[in-house]
Structures are given as structure tokens and as C-alpha cells.
């Protein structure tokens, strides 16, 4: 069975544990397969022969009792002999026009095993294999190690199965959707609260360009821990390219007010970065040495070895990158301006 190998492949990793198929044990039933021909001529259908069936195993209602204000129903079922023994069951008296007839007489008896639970998603019959962690690992990381036999499982599937990941990799996958969706208009909401706050649409751009210096060294720290990049990292990424904008505009802000000033452009460069430097390394270094305790939390540990890895990196190239870029851009005014005087 499909979702027996893949129980086997879990079992095989040290790190999961308590693997489990959630349609459990097969119960043993007993089918009768009805003669057409044969209720055709006793002049009875399925439901007739259902019906006679279900009262006497099941029971069916048969009248009530007064006892005092009350009435107290009455169920009519076959002694307790008579249900449980499946084979004389194949005697049991079936009402037709002509009489009561054996149910031997319209239909044969024939042991099987059924699912006692059958499990449906989306209208589709769906067997879930599940399994717990060991250690400090997440669900992420048994899901990577047992992928390519599972995709080996899934390239031999028969026409009609398929295989998808559940539990936190479908979570998170949903999750990851639901902010790519609203990423461009969360882009365009900062895009428009930076010209408004800088009043330059090159300014602007400039402090949006600095977001992705972050992944450097989120990417340096994840690599030398060997934490899973999921939800919760991506959640840290973001969060970190909302700090490191956040520097890059203290900077162009205090660039600016030294050019309001009559500062040349590169001295009000030079001056801003010297003068602020120490209050973002500090505030960086304050949101590092806070993230550590988190480091060692299963769930959150990814998030916090992002950011701290992330302001690190991010922190230095702001400090470095930065005012090489802002140069880039506004450099040839201080030409323009002695261009003009000449």
C-alpha cells in the first residue's frame, strides 16, 4: 500500500517518531450480494430486504408503553444470539408477498474487511500518514530528508494518486501565498510613505534599494547554523528590511539637513555618516543582543538567527554602501553648481 512506504520511509529517520496511518486496523464485515433474478421472483427489492435486515440487527421502533406521564418507545431486534452469529444470519426470515423466505434465498454471504473510518478532503477519499519530531528539529527538516524517496514514491503512483505535503509545510506554504499577495501592495504603501517623508522620488528609491542588504547576512547566518529557512524566517526578513530602511533614512535625513545647511554634497555625506554611525550601531547592536535568547527556540529560533545575522551585515553595507550610493546619485550637483558659479 502507497501509505505503508511511506510510513517506512518516516520510520527510517532517526528524528521522527510515533508514524501512524490515520485509517487504522481494517474491521472484518459481512457482504450480502442480492440475486436480481432471484427477488425479482419473490417479488422483494433491496430496500425491503435492507429494512428486514437492519431490524434485526439494529432494531426497529415498535410502538411505545405508558408508564405514568411517559411514554417509553419499544425496539424490536433479533435475540442477542441471532446478530451475532453471522452465518445463521443467512436464514434469517425475509417478508415478501409470498410469505416469509429465507434470505439464503436471494442472496449469498461472503466474509470481507472494510475501513471502519474512511477519511475524505475536498470530496476524495485521503489517507494521511503523520508522525511526531525528536531533538530539536522542526517538521521542515524530516520533510527535506525524506523528500527524494517520496518523490520516487510519487514518480510510480498509478493513474488517480497523488501525494501532498501536509502539517506545517502546507501551513506555511499557505502562509508564504498569503504575503506574496499582498507584498507588491505593501511595497507600493512604503514607496509612497518614503516620497512623502523625503520629498524625492530618487531619495525614495535609494532608501528602498538598501532593503535587500539584509539577505547577505541572513543567508550567512543560516548557513552556518543550518536553521530551515521557513514562515518564520521570511517573517524576520521582512521585519529586517523594514529596520534597515529605517537606518537608511536616519542617514539620508541628517545628509539632507547638512546640505539645507550649505554643506557641498560629499562633506554632507561624510559628516552624516561619521555623526550617525554610532546611534546605528547601537540601535543594531541592541536588537542582536536582544534576538539571542530567541536563537534557541525551535519555532522561533530561524527568525532571530535571520535578524541578528541580517542587522549585522546589513548595518556594516548601510554604513559603507550607503553614502557610495547617495554619491552616485546627487555627486555631479556639487559640479553643477561650480559649473554654474564659473
Known amino acids: ?20 496511518i490515520n485509517w487504522g486496523i481494517a474491521a472484518p464485515v459481512a457482504r450480502y450480494r442480492m440475486d436480481p433474478a432471484r427477488t425479482a421472483v419473490f417479488g422483494v427489492d433491496r430496500a425491503q430486504v435492507a429494512s428486514d435486515l437492519a431490524a434485526i440487527l439494529a432494531g426497529a421502533p415498535g410502538g411505545a408503553v405508558l408508564r405514568g406521564t411517559k411514554q417509553i418507545g419499544i425496539v424490536v431486534r433479533g435475540r442477542a444470539e441471532d446478530r451475532h452469529d453471522l452465518g445463521g444470519l443467512i436464514d434469517m426470515p425475509v417478508s415478501t408477498p409470498h410469505g416469509m423466505v429465507p434470505l439464503g434465498e436471494m442472496a449469498t454471504l461472503s ?10 478532503r475536498n470530496a476524495a477519499l485521503t489517507m494521511t500518514v503523520q508522525a511526531d519530531m525528536i531533538g530539536d528539529v522542526q517538521a521542515s527538516e524530516i520533510v527535506e530528508t525524506v523528500a527524494p524517496r517520496i518523490d520516487a514514491i510519487r ?31 505593501t511595497i507600493g ?22 532593503a535587500p542588504l539584509g539577505i547577505i547576512g541572513a543567508v550567512a547566518a543560516l548557513l552556518l547554523t543550518g536553521a530551515p529557512f521557513g514562515f518564520v524566517a521570511l517573517l524576520g526578513l521582512i521585519a529586517l528590511a523594514g529596520m534597515i530602511m529605517r537606518n537608511t ?19 554632507a555625506v561624510t559628516e552624516a555618516t561619521v555623526g550617525r554611525a554610532r546611534p546605528v ?3 543594531a547592536l541592541a536588537a542582536v543582543l536582544a534576538f ?37 546619485l546627487f555627486g555631479r550637483e556639487d559640479a553643477t553648481k561650480e559649473t554654474a558659479h564659473d
Open 1 to 20: 500500500m502507497i501509505a505503508e512506504r511511506i510510513a517506512a520511509e518516516l520510520r527510517a529517520i532517526p528524528s521522527s517518531t510515533a508514524v501512524q
Open 111 to 120: 466474509p470481507a474487511t472494510e475501513q471502519p473510518v474512511v477519511w475524505t
Open 155 to 185: 514518480a510510480a503512483l498509478p493513474p488517480g494518486y497523488a501525494i501532498e505535503d501536509g502539517g506545517e509545510g502546507e501551513l506555511s506554504a499557505d502562509a508564504n501565498r498569503a504575503i506574496y499577495r499582498l507584498l507588491p501592495v
Open 189 to 210: 504603501v512604503m514607496l509612497v510613505l518614503l516620497m512623502v517623508q523625503l520629498q524625492s522620488v530618487p531619495r525614495a528609491l535609494l532608501v528602498l534599494a538598501t
Open 249 to 267: 533614512i536616519i542617514l539620508v535625513d541628517q545628509v539632507e539637513a547638512h546640505r539645507a545647511e550649505g554643506m557641498a554634497v560629499r562633506a
Open 281 to 283: 550601531v547601537l540601535t
Open 292 to 328: 539571542i535568547p530567541l536563537c534557541f527556540n525551535i519555532f522561533w529560533g530561524p527568525m532571530a538567527i535571520v535578524m541578528i545575522g541580517g542587522l549585522i551585515g546589513a548595518t556594516i553595507l548601510t554604513l559603507v554602501a550607503l553614502p557610495a550610493f547617495y554619491l552616485l
